[in-house]
């Protein structure tokens, strides 16, 4: 598998909050990615990154921002988190922007 | 918008039958992916395919891509319990580096 984490792996967090995820490689890729997969919809992508502080969103980007100060971290932010954010979010890299390889995923649970 | 189709959204086949999924998109695509998703796991690049009416196997796996590179379908020949998960394509919106997810297909396989 390639070296790509998440972190934290489960979180459960209040309406409201703030909730930063980390997304961390060691293959310095070019091109990460951040889905959330909910039941009966797939992987919808959220927002994504073609280099350092080179950002665009995704078809379902509304309440999350990301950024990438360095090659290796890809940080997704939800800056009030509502329960509609309840979600399963996977992180995935690209070197060339094809094969995406994913990350293990983080399970965000919104009260 | 771009949209990515899948059909069947399960499927639940006696091990040793065989299985196919299709994949339709409303536009053209430069490429096709495949990934798998066993359950409770993160999705898994399979293969991609580039030109129309390309097909690649890889063992009992057969991807064909259409020749108006608007679909996709992925047959399993005889079907093992190690089959199991969700089927996904994907497919990039065009220009871009950002891909579109089918909602999946899910195999259940009963020995």
């Known amino acids: 598998d390639a070296g790509i984490t998440q972190s934290p792996r489960h979180k459960v967090t209040e309406t409201g909050t703030p909730v930063t995820l980390r997304c961390h490689q060691t293959?310095?890729?070019?091109?990460m990615y951040w889905y959330r997969q909910d039941p009966g919809h797939g992987l919808r992508l959220i927002h994504y990154s073609y280099g350092v502080k080179d950002t665009d969103k995704g078809e379902v980007s509304d309440g999350y921002s990301v950024s990438r100060s360095k090659t290796e971290d890809f940080l997704l932010t939800l800056e009030s988190a509502t329960s509609s954010q309840t979600s399963v979010y996977f992180c995935?890299?690209?070197?060339?922007?094809?094969?995406?390889?994913f990350g293990p995923g983080t399970r965000l649970t919104v009260t | 918008g771009q949209q990515v189709m899948q059909i069947p959204q399960y499927q639940h086949v006696q091990e040793g039958e065989d299985f196919t999924t299709y994949c339709n998109s409303s536009t053209t695509l430069s490429n096709i992916q495949w990934y798998k998703q066993r359950p409770g796991g993160h999705p898994v690049f399979l293969i991609q395919?580039?030109?129309?009416?390309e097909v690649k196997k890889q063992k009992r796996l057969t991807f064909q891509f259409g020749e108006a590179k608007k679909n996709s379908s992925l047959h399993i020949t005889a079907t093992q319990t190690t089959d199991v998960g969700t089927y996904f394509c994907?497919?990039?919106?065009?220009?871009?580096?950002?891909?579109?997810f089918g909602t999946g297909t899910r195999l259940k396989v009963l020995a």
């Open positions: 994907a497919g990039p919106t065009s220009g871009t580096y950002k891909y579109i």
């Open positions: 293959e310095n890729h070019r091109y």
């Open positions: 995935a890299i690209s070197g060339t922007g094809s094969e995406q390889y």
């Open positions: 395919l580039v030109k129309s009416g």
